[in-house]
């Protein structure tokens, strides 16, 4: 009963931690004003889309993982479907999605 209680314990501490030092360096690279303009995405549009295509399996490998991580932190996936239809397309972002979410 005690092991139980210290593991939740522990788990709740990794998770605080894990959200903050995300929200952390997403904030400090950028304001939330940029996060939420069109421009920013016109902006690194081109980025993402020069990654994908020059390393398509490494790129896909990299967005399955997060998208596990992601799901067991925060639990839910709709961001995480918008990003995989942005970034791959309707048909692989849809396989990629569902192959991470299910993970």
Request: glycine share 8%; with cysteine.
């Amino acid at each position: 009963m005690e092991k139980t209680k210290k593991f939740k314990i522990y788990l709740g501490i990794f998770y605080f931690i894990s959200v903050s030092l995300f929200l952390y360096l997403i904030f400090s690279q950028f304001s939330f004003e940029e996060i939420t303009s069109y421009k920013f995405i016109q902006s690194n549009r081109d980025h993402f889309l020069n990654l994908k295509e020059t390393s398509l399996v490494f790129v896909s490998l990299i967005f399955i993982i997060f998208t596990a991580f992601f799901i067991f932190m925060l639990g839910f996936g709709s961001p995480i479907a918008l990003i995989g239809g942005f970034i791959f397309g309707k048909w692989l972002g849809v396989l990629l999605v569902c192959f991470g979410l299910s993970l």
